[in-house]
């Protein structure tokens, strides 16, 4: 599967590349919304490129992601400040109605 291409420029504020990334980052891993929301910052293996979620039933796993992906996720995750992939600025964990 193909990662979309990115905005024709670049988003102007984090949020919405922080949106596009987690659009992104669901097929291409197959990861359902609430385990997409869930990883750390320190959960991306970029060198292996494995992502590691807690899924159904509290159980751990390591999905491979392309190297598309991480084309794009290397440099937003450099960016992010807050202890979530995916976090807010207030740094909580970003939940399935904030995001859509």
Avoid at 14 to 31: A, F, H, K, N, S
Avoid at 55 to 83: A, C, M
Wanted: aromatic residues 10%.
């Amino acid at each position: 599967m193909e990662v979309p291409k990115s905005p024709g420029r670049k988003p102007k504020r984090l949020t919405y590349l922080r949106t596009w990334i987690l659009i992104v980052v669901m097929p291409d891993t197959g990861c359902r919304i609430d385990e997409a929301l869930n990883p750390k910052a320190s959960d991306v293996d970029f060198d292996n490129m494995l992502l590691t979620v807690l899924g159904k039933g509290g159980k751990t796993r390591r999905i491979p992601f392309s190297s598309d992906l991480r084309r794009h996720l290397w440099p937003y995750s450099q960016n992010v400040e807050t202890h979530f992939l995916f976090g807010t600025r207030t740094d909580t964990r970003l939940t399935y109605p904030d995001n859509f």
